[in-house]
């Protein structure tokens, strides 16, 4: 992954859940410590950045994002949520939890329609709906997903985007990513490893919003070099 | 993001659900189910879930019946006369759990 053009410019942040009042997800942020280093101090956490390689500001949050993340430096910005869970042991049990989270029309059977929308929607997404910001005031945003082996899930989804919205072919970028390998070899590198990082600056201009032109969006897919 | 946790933690995680207290306001009877909470149901077939796909029963093709949700069993038979149900994971063995993270990066353009 590239974050050579970000630095570190802070050694911690805080984090702070925007609903202190459901206080059992301090659980939950404790899981997330443990698997960066944080130390759990009442309802803020405390980060090393070193852990996130580029660092943090006040994200515009989706409205139900897990975690607002906040830093001492109001400048670098990160937004970070995590998706839905999976039980890699068990991938038979993917669409049986996929259907008690999102299956919306039996609340005998699942709790999904009673999600705050579209935060959780935006959420269950991946962020992709979180617009580019104002150019004259943010850089263009950087999108990074940790997958694992799950990750099938999470390809198709983008896939589907990459479908739905006009002016974007994640197949043609890839290519122009890496001349000479073929979409399965991409794949490959997304599934390969307990812990995958996908670094997908390359989908950034591919998740732009319809608005934006085709043209635009393959100019700057021929721009942006996987590393 | 990847945590071993017991499967009695599992059950926490999914009782910090917004969604789920929300659903819980709206149908306050679904604690008066003779099979348990909609959570624990859902849980419960997690557990019977987990065991036949490793024993290559009925999992294998597919998991457990979506239907199962509101008709579980499984808490009932954990212990029957003393005896360890094997048809459901014992609620203190470990499972893994996994979340992606998406993240989204950007800085200020800068002044100078």
Partial sequence: MRYDRCGIPFRTLTIRHRQSRILQLKHVIGLTGLRYGLSWGGYFVKVEAQHFGCVPFCAPAAASANLHVCAHNP????????????????????????HYS?????????????????????????????PEPNR??????????????????????????LHIWPGTDLRVSVRKLESGSSENRIIEMILTGSFSIV???????????PSRSSHTSHHHAQENVLD | MRK????????AYLRTWSALHTLKEHH?????????????????SLRRGAVQGNIGGRAEQGGPNRSEVGCDRGAQCVHQNGATDQTVADPESEVEVEWGVALILTRKVSEE
């Fill in chain 2, 28 to 44: 306050p009877e679904d604690l008066l189910h003779p099979e348990g909470p909609l959570e624990e149901r859902f849980w419960n």
């Fill in chain 2, 4 to 11: 071993k946790m017991s499967w009695i933690d599992l059950l």
């Fill in chain 1, 102 to 130: 999102e299956y919306t029309q039996d609340p005998s059977t699942s709790v999904g329609g009673y999600w705050q929308q579209p935060g959780r929607s935006i959420l269950a997404n991946h962020l992709v709906e979180v």
């Fill in chain 1, 75 to 98: 400048h670098p910005t990160f937004l970070q949520i995590y998706s839905e869970f999976r039980l890699p042991a068990y991938p038979h049990l993917t669409p049986f939890i996929e």
């Fill in chain 1, 136 to 161: 004259e005031i943010f850089e263009p945003l950087e999108r990074v997903y940790f997958t694992g082996e799950h990750s099938h899930h999470l390809l198709c989804r983008l896939w589907t985007y």
């Fill in chain 1, 199 to 209: 670094y997908v600056n390359i989908l950034r201009s591919l998740f732009s919003y």
